[in-house]
């Protein structure tokens, strides 16, 4: 089944680690966006990327970084810059005039 | 991106309709208004869009006002499967930026 898959689905990090989450779509969709959902609070864009090899900042890019080498591939990596790096990551991907589809989410904890 | 408001929770009979309102007065002509709904742990789930016209699909109605400054999602027959936060959001139609809100939470009781 076509779709959006993140993994893992928990994650734990260590103070000062950086964190890579997954985000894999076999929608061939090219647009991809990484959002971040704190609780009781709706989700906020992190970064988004349009087409391969290119990328741009959402509204809280700081302590985050994005590679678009594939365009299936979207991963996010948490780095120790992020203060506050508890939260629900939510992956995303949509095609031209086509809604927003979303994973299951990755929820990551710090140690 | 307009901004929208909502009611903060709302509680509605299993088996009767369940209507959530949204009010979006900032909205630009070329804007669309997107419904998604979220349940605990799970990613959103798109539900449905429209730009003026009333909109339905297998899963809901949109009706948007004629000077598009409001809008009602409509879940026709709600279960405890409905059971959500949903969220009213405005955005061109190549949504960039979805921008989320606190949305409603729909709390639909036997």
């Known amino acids: 089944d076509g779709g959006i898959t993140q993994s893992p689905k928990y994650l734990f990090r260590k103070e000062g680690q950086n964190v890579t989450l997954s985000c894999e779509q076999n929608l061939n969709h090219d647009a991809m966006y990484w959002y971040r959902q704190d609780p009781g609070q709706g989700l906020r864009l992190i970064y988004y990327?349009?087409?391969?090899?290119?990328?741009q900042k959402g509204d809280i890019a700081e302590g985050y970084s994005v590679s678009r080498e594939k365009k299936e591939s979207f991963p996010l990596t948490v780095t120790s810059a992020q203060k506050n790096p508890t939260a629900f990551y939510l992956c995303?991907?949509?095609?031209?005039?086509?809604?927003?589809?979303f994973g299951d989410g990755t929820r990551l904890s710090i140690l | 991106d307009a901004k929208t408001t909502q009611p903060t929770s709302m509680d509605c009979a299993e088996g009767r309709a369940a209507n959530l309102p949204c009010n979006h007065s900032?909205?630009?002509?070329?804007?669309?208004v997107y419904w998604y709904r979220q349940i605990h742990s799970q990613g959103p789930q798109y539900i449905i869009h429209g730009l003026k016209n009333n909109e339905t699909n297998e899963m809901a109605s949109l009706i948007i006002t004629e000077d598009r400054k409001s809008s009602t999602l409509i879940l026709p027959h709600a279960t405890l499967r409905d059971t959500a936060v949903y969220y009213c959001i405005v955005s061109l139609e190549y949504g960039n930026k979805l921008v989320f809100g606190a949305g409603t939470i729909l709390r639909v009781k036997s």
């Open positions: 900032t909205i630009s002509g070329n804007e669309y």
């Open positions: 990327s349009q087409i391969v090899n290119d990328f």
């Open positions: 995303a991907s949509s095609i031209w005039d086509q809604p927003q589809h």
